[in-house]
């Protein structure tokens, strides 16, 4: 293991050590037009102004270590990397059903919406949240179906076409050759299936990060925005892991669909800014934004219930199906016993993150 991997390792322990001892406080209530709460002295303000800039640095460097281990720091092809992606996908899990859905229903039937229809008895969350899964499976299911047919068509033009006396031969070639490749793994027919589970696992992992961005832009917000320390103080570490946690799971997903290396910084380096970037915009809002407005709760409410859609999708049959059935696994008890472990502990891990945010 090489030095970068040891430090990205050793600063992955720091932050599971040391973060915790920041939860200190509860979160603060606000009313539905009314004022934040927060201390309007500006000794508070420039104390809250700074504990949202270490949460700035904080949250960015959480996100790089996590979405940067699994990339740089573990090797594919080893079981250690199943364990890992089972982590990942209950990570990615709780991340959807205990930490973005009650989020979303919370925004989508508060008060402040009034009762009339369809903010009244409506589960307008649970409806966003499916037709969001939904639209991820079409899109996954269309993209791969084009890139299939793409595929044949250019294997079509390629292939000679045999008239007469060569029918028989060609016959015979093609025979062989089939069976040539199924005796190794180095078979072109295996080639064209390669392509095509790769091309899915990109395009999986890409609308995977488009969910997670999605929700991570508005905590970043949220925390932003927030008006007092006892706010933020348990907010910072809460969304530290939070984002540690969850870019462990993309950066899992993004080694395994083996992407060009400029591609692989790109996206890096849009899950670890978003965060970030959030709170910048929070900051620069703080005095004009109410969290509560009708608008504000609609949006957040719409954007976080899509997100879990998108991510509850994602994990089960795109990330738990697979590796609980694939050859490997099946084969083996130990790979069984220690992925399902693996799931719990990343799912058991990311929903304790709730009490806190």
């Not at 406080?25 to 709460?37: D, H, Q, R, W």
Request: hydrophobic residues 50%.
């Amino acid at each position: 293991m090489g030095r970068f991997q040891k430090t990205l390792i050793s600063a992955f322990v720091l932050y599971l050590v040391i973060l915790p001892l920041l939860v200190s406080a509860a979160e603060e209530e606000n009313e539905c037009g009314g004022s934040k709460g927060g201390d309007d002295s500006a000794a508070a303000k420039a104390s809250v102004r700074n504990y949202k800039i270490i949460a700035f640095f904080s949250i960015l460097f959480a996100g790089i270590i996590g979405v940067c281990l699994p990339i740089f720091g573990l090797k594919s092809e080893s079981d250690f990397f199943m364990y890992v992606k089972a982590f990942a996908a209950g990570v990615i899990l709780a991340t959807g059903f205990v930490h973005i859905l009650p989020d979303a229903t919370e925004s989508l039937t508060s008060p402040c919406l009034g009762e009339e229809p369809p903010w009244g008895d409506f589960p307008m969350t649970g409806l966003v949240a499916m037709s969001a899964a939904i639209l991820t499976m079409l899109i996954e299911s269309f993209a791969s179906g084009y890139f299939n047919r793409s595929r044949l068509e250019n294997e079509g033009k390629t292939l000679p076409v045999s008239t007469g006396g060569d029918m028989e031969e060609h016959s015979h070639a093609a025979s062989a050759h089939t069976h040539a490749s199924q005796g190794h793994s180095h078979g072109s027919l295996l080639v064209p299936l390669d392509d095509h589970t790769n091309m899915r696992k990109k395009i999986v992992t890409q609308i995977l990060e488009l969910g997670i961005v999605v929700h991570s832009v508005i905590i970043g917000v949220s925390l932003g925005v927030s008006p007092s320390e006892s706010t933020i103080k348990p907010l910072i570490a809460a969304i530290t892991f939070h984002q540690l946690f969850e870019g462990f799971g993309l950066g899992g997903c993004i080694s395994e669909a083996k992407f060009e290396a400029k591609k692989i910084w790109v996206m890096l380096l849009f899950f670890s800014l978003t965060a970030p970037v959030g709170i910048g915009i929070g900051i620069g809002v703080s005095e004009i934004y109410n969290e509560n407005s009708p608008m504000a709760l609609k949006v957040s409410g719409f954007l976080n219930a899509a997100a879990a859609g998108i991510l509850i999708y994602m994990a089960l049959v795109d990330l738990v199906a697979p590796l609980f059935m694939n050859h490997k696994a099946q084969s083996s008890m130990k790979i069984q016993v220690f992925c399902s472990l693996s799931l719990v502990v990343g799912a058991g891990l990311m929903s304790l993150i709730a009490l806190w945010a």
